[in-house]
C-alpha cells in the first residue's frame, strides 16, 4: 500500500452550550490532532457555535454496518414495553 | 515629505493601514487556498484584519476631524498616503511567504496591542484589548505552520527558507523610531516599537530555530513605508485592485 499524501480525516464535535452534549457538526482534514481543532474553530466555530471542540481520527470510529440492521435494531421493534408509556399520570405531576 | 501635524493621526494611519494591508494581501488566498480549511482560516484572518482597520481607521477620521470616513481612509487615498509597512505590501508570492510574513508580524503585534492595553488613549487601549485575542490566535496559527513547513520536505523547507531571506530586511521597519513614535512615547499612547525588538528576536529565533530556518544575518533594513516615504511598486498596484469599486463609483455602498 502507497502511503497517502493526504491529512488525514477528522470528524469533528462541537458544544455548543455548556451543559449540553458535544454534536457531530461534520469533517475535515488536518495533519494531527491539535491542527485539526484549529481548522475546526476556523471551519465549524465562526458564527460563535462552540464552547469546546472534540475531534477524533475518522479512522478510529468503528461503525455499525448497514447489513446488521436486521439482528441489531429489529429484535427491540416489538418491545413496546421497554417505553415508558404505559403508566397514567397524575394531572398534578404536569408534563413529564 | 511634509510633517504631520497630528502625531496621533499619523499613529493611527500606521496601525490601521498595517492591518488593511495585510488583511487585502491575506484575502487574496480566498478560493484559492492550498487546502478548503487553510482557505476558511486565511479567510478568517483576513476578517479579523479589516474589522481591525475599521476600528483604527474609524478613530484616525475622527481624530482627523475632516469629515472623512474609515471607508475615505481606505479607499480614496493614494499609495504614497499609506502608512503601512512595506513588508505587508509584498506580494504573497506562495503559501509559504505568506505564512512566514504572518509569523514575523504576529510575533510584533501580540506584544505590541498588548503594551497599547495599557495606553493612556482609552479609545486605543480598547481597539487593542479587542485585536490582541485575534493576534494571540494568528500567532499560534502562523508559528505551527513556519514549524511544520520549515522541518517538513526539502521542497518545503527550500521554499521558507527563501521566504525568510526575501522579508527579513522589511522586518526591521517594525521598529522604526521617529518623530511620530517619540510622540507617542512621550504621551504615553504607546510604548516604542524600538523596545520590543529584543523580546520580538527571541521569541522570533526560538520558532524559527524549531522550524530548523537560518536567522539571515544582513542587517540591512527597507524603510519608508510607515513614513510614506517610499512604497514598493507592489502598493499601487494593490490598491488599483482594492479601491477600483469606490473609486469607479464613488460612494457606493451595498
Known amino acids: ?96 | 515629505m511634509t510633517e504631520s501635524p497630528n502625531p496621533l493621526f499619523e499613529f493611527l494611519l500606521r496601525q490601521g493601514d498595517n492591518a488593511l494591508v495585510l488583511g487585502h494581501r491575506t484575502s487574496e488566498w480566498c478560493g484559492v487556498g492550498p487546502a478548503l480549511e487553510e482557505d476558511i482560516a486565511l479567510a478568517n484572518t483576513a476578517l479579523d484584519l479589516i474589522g481591525q482597520t475599521q476600528l483604527w481607521l474609524g478613530y484616525a477620521a475622527e481624530v482627523e476631524g475632516k469629515n472623512r470616513s474609515a471607508n475615505d481612509l481606505a479607499f480614496m487615498r493614494d499609495a504614497y498616503d499609506f502608512r503601512n509597512i512595506l513588508m505587508l505590501e509584498v506580494p504573497n508570492e506562495d503559501f509559504g511567504r505568506t505564512m512566514v510574513r504572518q509569523f514575523l508580524f504576529d510575533a510584533f503585534q501580540v506584544p505590541w496591542l498588548s503594551a497599547l492595553r495599557q495606553s493612556s488613549d482609552q479609545r486605543v487601549s480598547e481597539i487593542a484589548s479587542k485585536s490582541v485575542k485575534e493576534a494571540q490566535y494568528h500567532l499560534e496559527r502562523s508559528a505551527e505552520t513556519v514549524i511544520a513547513l520549515g522541518d517538513g520536505t526539502p521542497e518545503s523547507h527550500a521554499r521558507m527558507q527563501a521566504a525568510l531571506n526575501y522579508l527579513w530586511p522589511y522586518s526591521g521597519e517594525m521598529f522604526g523610531n521617529d518623530s511620530t513614535d517619540q510622540a507617542m512615547h512621550e504621551q504615553g499612547i504607546a510604548p516604542l516599537p524600538q523596545s520590543l525588538h529584543k523580546p520580538w528576536m527571541q521569541s522570533v529565533s526560538n520558532t524559527l530555530a524549531q522550524a530548523c530556518l537560518a536567522v539571515p544575518e544582513d542587517p540591512f533594513a527597507h524603510s519608508g513605508g510607515r513614513t510614506g516615504f517610499r512604497h514598493t511598486e507592489h502598493l499601487g498596484h494593490m490598491l488599483s485592485t482594492m479601491q477600483v469599486l469606490q473609486r469607479s463609483y464613488p460612494g457606493a455602498s451595498w
Do not use: C
Open chain 1, 1 to 96: 500500500m502507497t502511503e497517502s499524501k493526504e491529512w488525514p480525516l477528522w470528524e469533528i464535535f462541537i458544544r455548543g452550550q455548556h451543559g449540553m452534549s458535544h454534536r457531530h457538526v461534520g469533517s475535515l482534514h488536518a495533519p494531527d490532532a491539535e491542527r485539526a481543532i484549529k481548522n475546526a474553530r476556523d471551519v465549524y466555530t465562526r458564527r460563535n457555535e462552540g464552547t469546546s471542540i472534540w475531534v477524533v481520527e475518522a479512522s478510529s470510529i468503528t461503525a455499525s454496518s448497514p447489513s446488521d440492521k436486521g439482528p441489531l435494531y429489529e429484535p427491540s421493534r416489538d418491545k413496546v414495553y421497554r417505553h415508558p408509556s404505559f403508566y397514567d399520570i397524575p394531572d398534578d405531576a404536569g408534563n413529564m
